[in-house]
């Protein structure tokens, strides 16, 4: 014991006589989640750690972020503490129809795009389409409810430079289930996702239950922790950000009739491994 912790102290006065410059030139090639774990290792370690020059790294400056008023106030007090802030939950744009946050594990940026972002064939004939308020805890105001429709589709666009190179995402549809639903499974719909001339397919369910194992291509709803659901629409992978703007759509596979999707919007977020 007493020869372990003399090791350590002897690593620990190593680490300690390092430049800080050379320091801060390290812990930035890491990720957020390993900043935090080399501030445990030594003061010199900490202090560099949690500085602003190491945790500016991992987000976005203050010129290419634009939020809605009032969505970081009040103003954080350092780089680390903006960072939790950004990648605590949705954040809104100044449209309030689209929000973004970062990923807390690697600094990527994620987004959404409610429903009003979206472009819905019919949705603005009440026949088809009516739009509701959500008193739930969604960020965004309004959802789109579907009433009655043969043929079903929901599009959007979002420009690669806006998502963070070298990084797989995946689309998701969030979603919830009205009463008297019929025909969303009947046959499964297809969702689309594509950029750079590459794309991703999924025959896409709302309210059938995910088999085991799962069939093919298809992607299944998953519970989130809040009243909605979601499912993915497929996945891509952004080089640089200069493959143009990724293209997302939902639509359906044969002309029957559906009703009762509730859409609060679509989701761009990091691919999780294994999923």
């Known amino acids: 014991m007493e020869r372990e912790r003399g090791r350590k102290t002897m690593e620990e006065a190593w680490i300690d006589r390092l430049p800080q410059d050379v320091l801060q030139r390290v812990i930035p090639l890491e990720t957020p989640r390993d900043a935090c774990r080399a501030a445990a290792v030594s003061p010199a370690f900490r202090a560099v750690a949690n500085s602003d020059v190491v945790w500016g790294k991992f987000q976005p400056d203050d010129s290419s972020l634009q939020l809605a008023d009032g969505e970081l106030f009040p103003p954080p007090r350092s780089k680390k503490e903006r960072f939790l802030r950004l990648s605590a939950g949705l954040l809104l744009l100044p449209d309030r129809r689209r929000g973004m946050w970062l990923d807390r594990g690697t600094g990527a940026r994620c987004y959404m795009l ?13 026949r088809y389409w009516r739009w509701i308020p959500l008193a739930d805890s969604s960020r965004f105001e309004e959802g789109a409810e579907l009433i009655d429709v043969c043929w079903m589709e929901i599009r959007c666009n979002i420009d690669s430079k806006m998502l963070s190179p070298n990084s797989t995402y995946a689309a998701f549809m969030v979603f919830k289930i009205a009463e008297g639903f019929y025909g969303l499974d009947t046959p499964l719909q297809e969702g689309t996702v594509s950029l750079g001339g590459r794309e991703s397919r999924r025959e896409v369910a709302f309210t059938s239950i995910d088999p085991r194992p799962p069939q093919g291509s298809a992607a299944y709803p998953q519970k989130r922790a809040d009243i909605w ?3 993915e629409l497929g996945e891509f992978f952004n080089e640089n950000g200069e493959d143009g703007e990724v293209g997302i759509s939902l639509m359906s596979k044969g002309p029957n009739w559906k009703r009762g999707l509730i859409v609060l919007g679509i989701k761009i977020r990091l691919k999780e491994h294994g999923r």
């Open 114 to 126: 409610s429903a009003r972002a979206l472009v819905i064939i019919w949705g603005d004939t009440p």
């Open 229 to 231: 659901m979601e499912v």
